[in-house]
């Protein structure tokens, strides 16, 4: 895990996020951010505005947004991790 930084696509906004970068190894590189904001309504706000890429999937959940970006990983290897990822963050 590395604090600091945040996604390059992530957009400006009012409120400035704590993000932490995890890089996993397996069957292909897989990075995830976790960007914590304030509130709830700041994290969904970037989520939308971010734009889009391939082999990347944002989510929100409270006043967390992750972003997951992958390089030749299976659609069942990416859609475990993101469920892992989903239940450990609080509600």
């Known amino acids: 895990m590395i604090a600091g930084g945040a996604p390059e696509r992530l957009p400006p906004g009012d ?5 932490w970068r ?19 309504a700041s994290a969904f706000e970037a989520s939308q505005k971010m734009a889009s890429a391939a082999q990347e999937v944002r989510f929100q959940k409270g006043r967390y947004l992750i972003v997951v970006d992958w390089k030749n990983v299976s659609q069942a290897g990416v859609t475990t991790l993101i469920r892992a990822i989903q239940r450990s963050l609080p509600d």
């Open 15 to 19: 409120a400035a996020p704590t993000c």
């Open 22 to 40: 995890f890089e996993y190894a397996g069957e292909g590189p897989v990075t995830v951010w976790a960007c914590g904001y304030r509130a709830s």
